[in-house]
């Protein structure tokens, strides 16, 4: 961006959000622009107008992704769900105007349909508009879409005020060239994102086997994660383990014992009475899948549906959808929704339980006692009558601070990715802003896009 400069002339928009534009360009209000079209939802109770694996697009907000173009949804619509709905054509932008008000998607689909939160822009033919030029400029607008919102309980933009929202139209020639420069560069930025998403992804994935390792496995003499041996039924022994007679568990340590998890851990049932004045509360929503930890605080003063209180060094299990891995260890006590398992540990330390937990091993023979299809649960029966393998609490502690320590690296290795990816995404936003506000021309760039 550095060697971009601006064009020689500039001129009062009379926008607030575009202050100058150069001299010969124009600002249009959306709804010259373009048919501004709500979603909705056709009757949830009529299974005739859903199917999970193919029909329409039925986009919801959590679809939309910017320029990545939305290619599958949770639910689609059929021909039935299509008619009662809201079809959509292109050339359209998707807008999510409730609650994250100016998050912005597209498709490639020639005919979709969304739920209530969206608004599809329909480019007006003789706009003079580019639809890909159109995409930049509703990406730079979206503050505007946050302003322009009302808020009673969550921000909404209705039509007619999203419809008042000014964007920059320069000609077609230079649309033309604007897209023709930020396509390069967005992809350029992207690829570099993508390669932090993939240094990520790798991290989280020794993070997990290093957990699944050590709870099974457990540590040598020299501090060093031990690697279970191959072994077949019928073969000697190796040395320093010994053959658990759990099918699922195979080998184990010597030393180590083998118990069910409920002779290990006591299940905490003791229901909130909202009898305090203010306490942590905790829905699945707000723990992190296979870290332990909390996403986001609540502090209720009521609530009021039935809860589980839980005390410090409890440890939570969330038992809907187990493949989430939801478990968090308890440093405060609070309420938590009745989908976690409340478990006080008795024979194992607190954190060898996190740990244990939040093993791929224990995760995948859960997920695989589940029932129910839409929404599986775990069954405390099945979890209580899992067998396990653990060494003693000295050797429990050993593991837990081995882990302790080498998680602290990953997570600060994984923190300083993601403040890459912040700092990519936010360049990206800020120059498709500059150039397509016309901050910077780039007429004359030359062809490598230096």
């Keep these: 961006m550095s060697k971009l400069k601006p064009y020689p002339k500039y001129k009062d928009s009379a926008v607030e959000w575009l202050g100058e534009i150069p001299e010969g360009w124009k600002t249009r209000k959306i709804k010259y622009l373009a048919e501004i079209k709500t979603g909705t939802t056709p009757s949830t109770s009529n299974e005739r107008y859903y199917d999970d694996n193919e029909g329409y697009l039925w986009i919801k907000p959590e679809d939309l992704s ?61 706009s003079s508009l580019n639809y890909r030029y159109f995409q930049y400029a509703i990406s730079t607008s979206k503050d505007e ?95 320093g383990w010994k053959d658990s007679g759990v099918e699922w568990l195979g080998l184990i340590p010597e030393g180590w014992e083998i118990s069910k998890i409920k002779h290990l851990i006591r299940l905490r049932k003791e229901e909130n009475k909202n009898d305090v004045e203010k306490f942590l509360y905790l829905g699945l929503e707000n723990v992190e899948s296979w870290t332990g930890k909390i996403v986001k605080k609540e502090e209720m003063s009521r609530y009021e549906s039935k809860m589980n209180n839980f005390r410090k060094g409890d440890v939570l299990f969330g038992k809907l959808r187990p493949y989430l891995a939801k478990v968090y260890l308890a440093e405060e006590q609070g309420s938590c929704v009745l989908e976690f398992l409340v478990t006080e540990p008795i024979e194992l330390l607190g954190e060898f339980l996190k740990y244990k937990f939040l093993s791929k091993d224990f995760i995948e023979i859960v997920n695989n006692s589940t029932y129910g299809a839409k929404m599986p649960r775990a069954n405390w029966d099945f979890i209580g009558n899992l067998k396990i393998a653990y060494p003693n609490k000295t050797k429990q502690q050993r593991i837990t601070g081995y882990l302790n320590g080498k998680i602290g690296v990953i997570e600060k290795q994984i ?12 360049y990206k936003n800020s120059l498709i802003t500059y150039i397509v506000t016309g901050k910077m021309d780039v007429s004359l760039v030359n062809e490598n896009h230096d």
């Design 145 to 239: 879409h946050k302003k322009a919102s009302l808020t009673v309980v969550v921000p909404i933009l209705n039509t007619s005020r999203e419809g008042q929202i000014q964007l920059p139209k320069p000609s077609l020639n230079e649309q033309e060239r604007i897209i023709e420069y930020l396509e390069v560069k967005r992809a350029l930025i992207e690829s570099l994102i993508e390669e932090q998403n993939k240094e990520i992804k790798l991290l989280k994935e020794y993070r997990q086997k290093i957990i699944n390792q050590a709870v099974t496995c457990g540590i040598d003499e020299n501090g060093k994660l031990r690697e279970r041996p191959g072994w077949e039924k019928g073969e000697p022994i190796p040395e």
């Design 415 to 426: 923190v300083k990715q993601e403040k890459l990816i912040n700092y990519f995404k936010e």
């Design 66 to 126: 910017e320029f990545a173009p939305v290619q599958k949804t949770e639910k689609y619509l059929t021909k039935r769900g299509l008619k009662v709905g809201r079809a959509i054509s292109q050339p359209s932008v998707q807008v999510n105007c409730i609650g994250d008000v100016g998050e912005f998607g597209i498709t490639e689909e020639e005919v979709f349909s969304t739920n209530q939160q969206i608004n599809s822009l329909i480019l007006k033919r003789g």
